[in-house]
């Protein structure tokens, strides 16, 4: 829109605002109908392209997730039971939020590792899942797949994640599911997140 045709004054059509509303309207239906006949042609077995809006029943009927999707984090384990992280703050170095916080202190159990963390937390209310803190890690220590969406908490102390409390969550690969091109669902079964 030119400037000048901001101040520009209205004709009695435009006063009147019904060739908005009738277009509004036009709209509104051609997605109804549309999605209704998507919904109607597959109900006899035919499939298209283009699968039609769908309402998921939440929290009843949890929506299936993209594979890549960055959900909440959890920290991996070794064999022995220990966190895979070796406290190199490549993590809370990379990360744009500011809200890792990690305190090493030396280990002398094992002679190949020189540190481990004494304390990992993430601020989940600063945090903005861009995944920065997954792609720098060295050790594969940090993951966001464990599936959990809803953080939600009352107080800004519930928001932040512990180091315990990442190394119990495992990560849900139920709610994933397999789309080909066209977005069409190829299956819903076990799908290992990358």
């Known amino acids: 829109m030119n400037v000048h045709d901001k101040y520009k004054p209205l004709t009695f059509w435009e006063k ?20 209704m006949t998507a919904h109607i042609l597959r109900l006899f077995g035919i499939k298209l392209r283009w699968l039609g809006a769908v309402t998921y029943q ?7 997730l993209f594979p890549r999707l960055r959900t909440m984090h959890r920290l991996t384990k070794r064999e022995d039971g220990t966190p895979r992280c070796v406290a190199c703050m490549m993590c809370e170095t990379v990360c744009p939020a500011r809200c890792i916080y990690i305190i ?9 590792i020189e540190k481990k963390p004494k304390s990992f937390d993430i601020d989940l209310g600063l945090c ?7 792609e720098a890690c060295p050790e594969d220590a940090i993951r966001m797949d464990t599936g959990i ?3 939600s908490d009352y107080t800004r102390d ?11 969550l495992e990560p849900k690969h139920d709610r994933y599911v397999k789309y080909n091109r066209d977005g069409d669902i190829v299956s819903s079964e076990f799908i290992e997140a990358k």
């Open 16 to 35: 009147t605002y019904i060739p908005r509303v009738i277009e509004g309207l036009w709209l509104t239906a051609k997605h109804f109908f549309r999605n």
């Open 58 to 64: 939440y929290p009843e009927v949890l929506r299936p």
């Open 104 to 112: 090493a202190e030396e280990k002398f159990e094992d002679i190949q």
């Open 128 to 134: 903005i899942f861009c995944g920065y803190c997954v």
């Open 149 to 151: 969406l809803e953080i």
């Open 158 to 168: 519930g928001m932040v994640l512990d180091m315990q409390t990442m190394l119990n």
